[in-house]
């Protein structure tokens, strides 16, 4: 094995590859965000519909939570066979993922809306579209931000293994450091990674604190069950 | 489509059946390095997360652990643990480096977030006055902890070691890339060598070896889940479940 004599520092390296790093980071960036949106738009209707009839909750998440099992890198390499090595292989498996995550964190959010709220609205002549729109899912969006924030974690690492397949993004430069015994690229590729996930995360609480100024619930991913019961508590005080 | 016929071919090969590239071999090695690295994950993370939700102290280290990982791509890890070993090990055993040891490093990493946050959250979730009944009648806080709050953790614990075992499983595939064996070997010999009927195949099996690890620990969930007298099996308390949907993914 032999090593390079005289690798450059870490800071020239990184000065010597701006250029290619942000392109890497515009790539995560872009594939994150198309996954989690693409992923919101399928989880909310089929949330809906699962909140509204219950039987259905199960079969939707047995079927998720089949995807969600496979591997990353066997889901994106058994759709090479169809999508080809567009960046469809990637955003299809990205977007299964979300699926399980979002669907659950969504239904958890609409269920624990309170049935007087939900009955005080009918009596002001509310549609089942309108509580939809403006009692439930106002309600429940601490929950649906919450799943929003965990689809999005969790999809920013995944992203990392789409530069197997020619995708970028920041496991570019983990591969390519891999590849060169360079330790430097590795550990910037990884900071790079959780640095963009702990910014996003952060983001989309900021987003859910302006968009429900209301709520001072703790998120519902801690602890749901006593969520829920405070919930209840309170209609029952 | 026609890929799924060459696929079929190759799986159904007699040639790729057995030998030092067989599908056998590649089989057990990754239930082998998987196995290794899911006993040492929960002979470290079980008594802690134990420990953890008894004392009810370093709680909060315990919930930031499992949000951080979820950050930390497996991949990452995998990689790192491979350049730090080979960094430490002496020029005269760098072999080891490869494969299996920074594999098993990685993999244990990857799996006691999950563990330690669901058999704490499990014993979280124990009826506080439950646990106050058992004072009463004169049970010790080690009692409490041994014959109350284990049991009825014991299945959101075993929810958190399917989480790590499926987690596991899937980076597992990866430990290719540095050298070692498993499943993975298809997938990165696949697309090294543009062999897509090798390289789909390997996912294929991967994917279902991850399914199967699924359903295994979903019955060994069930068979630890505590019944009622009436002889149904009582609903599991999932806040976990719920709450962390999966922690990492590979």
């Not at chain 2, 489509?1 to 007699?14: G, Q, R, S, Y």
């Not at chain 2, 959101?156 to 980076?171: E, K, N, Q």
Request: glycine fraction near 8%; charge should be positive.
């Amino acid at each position: 094995m032999t090593f390079i004599a005289a690798p450059p520092t870490a800071w020239e390296w990184i000065a010597d590859h701006r250029g290619e790093i942000l392109h890497l980071a515009i790539q995560h960036v872009q594939l994150t965000v198309l996954a989690v949106a693409i992923g919101t738009a399928i989880s909310l209707p089929l949330s809906v519909y699962a909140f509204r009839h219950r039987a259905t909750y199960a079969p939707i998440t047995w079927f998720t939570g089949l995807l969600y099992t496979i591997p990353s890198l066997a889901l994106f390499v058994i759709l090479i066979p169809i999508t080809g090595l567009t960046v469809w292989t990637a955003e299809i498996g990205l977007v299964s993922y979300t699926l399980l995550i979002l669907i659950r964190n969504f239904v958890v959010g609409l269920r624990g809306v309170p049935d007087d709220v939900k009955e005080a609205a009918q009596g002001m002549g509310f549609t089942k579209r309108q509580l939809l729109w403006r009692v439930e899912i106002p309600l429940a969006l601490p929950a649906i931000i919450a799943g929003i924030r965990i689809a999005t974690v969790s999809t920013i690492g995944l992203v990392t293994v789409a530069a197997l397949i020619g995708k970028g993004g920041f496991g570019q430069l983990i591969l390519e450091g891999l590849n060169q015994f360079y330790n430097t690229e590795i550990i910037l590729g990884a900071l790079l990674s959780v640095a963009f996930a702990l910014i996003a995360d952060l983001l989309l609480l900021l987003l859910q604190k302006v968009l429900t100024p209301w709520s001072r619930a703790r998120p519902a991913r801690v602890m749901p069950e006593r969520a829920l019961r405070r919930s209840e508590e309170l209609v029952a005080g | 489509m026609h890929t799924f016929v060459d696929v079929f071919n190759w799986l159904t090969d007699p040639a790729h059946w057995s030998g030092t590239d067989g599908i056998p071999l590649r089989v057990w090695q990754h239930v082998e390095i998987s196995l290794v690295a899911v006993a040492i994950a929960a002979a470290v993370a079980i008594p802690v997360g134990l420990l953890v939700g008894h004392t009810r102290r370093f709680e909060f280290l315990a919930v930031s652990i499992a949000n951080v990982g979820r950050a930390i791509p497996s991949f990452a890890v995998l990689v790192l643990a491979f350049v730090l070993v080979l960094d430490i090990l002496p020029q005269s055993h760098k072999s080891l480096a490869f494969g299996f040891t920074p594999t098993v490093i990685a993999l244990v990493l990857l799996a006691i977030p999950p563990i330690v946050t669901n058999t704490y959250v499990g014993i979280q979730a124990v009826d506080p006055d439950t646990v106050e009944a058992a004072r009463g009648m004169g049970m010790s806080g080690r009692e409490v902890l041994l014959r109350l709050e284990a049991p009825l953790a014991a299945p959101l614990a075993m929810a958190g070691l399917r989480t790590a075992a499926v987690t596991v499983v899937a980076t597992a595939t990866l430990a290719a890339l540095i050298g070692g064996g498993g499943l993975g070997r298809y997938i990165v010999d696949g697309l090294a060598r543009g062999d897509t009927p090798m390289l789909v195949s390997g996912a294929v099996l991967v994917a279902i070896l991850a399914i199967i690890t699924e359903l295994s620990f979903a019955l060994l969930e069930r068979a630890v889940t505590p019944r009622t007298r009436s002889g149904r099996r009582r609903r599991a308390p999932r806040p976990g479940a719920e709450a962390l949907p999966e922690a990492i993914r590979a």
